[in-house]
T-cell receptor, first 117, second 116 residues
Framework: AQKITQTQPGMFVQEKEAVTLDCTYDTSDQSYGLFWYKQPSSGEMIFLIYQGSYDEQNATEGRYSLNFQKARKSANLVISASQLGDSAMYFCAMREGPGGATNKLIFGTGTLLAVQP | SAVISQKPSRDICQRGTSLTIQCQVDSQVTMMFWYRQQPGQSLTLIATANQGSEATYESGFVIDKFPISRPNLTFSTLTVSNMSPEDSSIYLC?????????????FGQGTRLTVV
């Protein structure tokens, strides 16, 4: 069965530094998608970045990049130049099945990031 | 990306009552989902809302407790029935567009429910 593991319950980073949030996954599907979301204290889920299993290049979106290592089944999120507003819970998620199948997301347990001034 | 309007944003309800949460998407989507996030926890999928047919529930969730409707491609409701304090959670709806646009699953703002 598909599974997402985030082993860091909490992380601290200094403002303007880079931080890596870990995510490993387990799936027997050849086609899958990996997502990262940010959830501030307000509770909304903010989409950050997506990586498809067949994408050869690591995804990047502004200060966010995804370090995708398919053989190791890891999809770590890298936030560069951390800002105070980055303090939030971060969830890694995986889309089950190829496009056209169920497409539901399963989520990891999350990492609480605190950016310190 | 598409926008989902979810309401109410929060509510405080008496035990034994029911609450219906609505989600309206600003464009047609293939898949709509309902999640529950208990305090301090991750998101757990309740069900997939299927247009024109009964929802598909995940293990541990039943239709009598969480009836779901999806009358068209842009709208869905989730009812939390006969509530107890254990139902206090954030409830989130989510939508996914068909391939090749399914690279983002977007969420409503969430409904923060407290049952007293």
């Amino acid at each position: 069965a598909q599974k997402i593991t985030q082993t860091q319950p909490g992380m601290f980073v200094q403002e303007k530094e880079a931080v890596t949030l870990d995510c490993t996954y387990d799936t027997s599907d050849q086609s899958y998608g990996l997502f990262w979301y940010k959830q501030p204290s307000s509770g909304e889920m903010i989409f950050l970045i997506y990586q498809g299993s067949y994408d050869e290049q690591n995804a990047t979106e502004g200060r966010y990049s995804l370090n995708f290592q398919k053989a190791r089944k890891s999809a770590n999120l890298v936030i560069s130049a951390s800002q105070l507003g980055d303090s939030a819970m971060y969830f890694c998620a995986m889309r089950e099945g190829p496009g056209g199948a169920t497409n539901k997301l399963i989520f990891g347990t999350g990492t609480l990031l605190a950016v310190q001034p | 990306s598409a926008v989902i309007s979810q309401k109410p944003s929060r509510d405080i309800c008496q035990r034994g009552t029911s609450l219906t949460i609505q989600c309206q998407v600003d464009s047609q989507v293939t898949m709509m989902f309902w999640y529950r996030q208990q305090p301090g926890q991750s998101l757990t999928l309740i069900a997939t809302a299927n247009q024109g047919s009964e929802a598909t529930y995940e293990s541990g969730f039943v239709i009598d407790k969480f009836p779901i409707s999806r009358p068209n491609l842009t709208f869905s409701t989730l009812t939390v029935s006969n509530m107890s304090p254990e139902d206090s959670s954030i409830y989130l709806c989510s939508a996914l567009r068909p391939v090749p646009l399914n690279t983002e699953a977007f969420f409503g703002q969430g409904t923060r429910l407290t049952v007293v």
